[in-house]
């Protein structure tokens, strides 16, 4: 049984990674159009860096190490009439493509989905492991 809760930790770990990667992809693209932030300037996107490390049981296993912000300057749009354009008219936008985050969306989401079928199997199996022994 030993084999078979590393598994489950495993799952446990990658199905927090990708839904933490969802939230901020879900917070980029709300954000898509905020040209002022509490510091004054456009949003910028933030993205999860991932680390695959070895548990004390020699399991790999995957993890954010830590969240990182796109520093990329976003598009400037003429838009005069904006409360944040500046004197020739022009307004910084985030640097967030929402194409993009939909895109990265659907690949986060489908890692979650397989994440959870791989914790699933690895619990009907630590159950059925269980089972043998009554």
């Known amino acids: 049984m030993s084999h078979l809760i590393p598994g489950l930790e495993t799952s446990a770990n990658a199905l927090a990674a990708h839904k933490l990667h969802m939230r901020l992809i879900s917070e980029n693209i709300a954000n898509a159009q905020t040209t002022r932030g509490p510091d004054g300037k456009p949003y910028q996107r933030k993205y ?3 680390e695959s490390i070895l548990d004390k049981s020699g399991v790999q296993t995957i993890h954010v190490k830590e969240i990182k912000t796109d520093k990329t300057q976003g598009n400037a749009v003429y838009n005069p009439g904006h409360p944040h354009a500046d004197e020739r008219g022009m307004v910084t936008m985030p640097n967030v ?21 791989a914790f699933k199997i690895s619990q009907t199996m630590a159950q059925k492991t269980l089972q043998l022994g009554k």
């Open 97 to 117: 493509k929402v194409s993009q985050e939909t895109v990265d969306m659907m690949l986060a989401s489908r890692c979650y989905e397989a994440n959870l079928k």
């Open 48 to 50: 999860p860096v991932f």
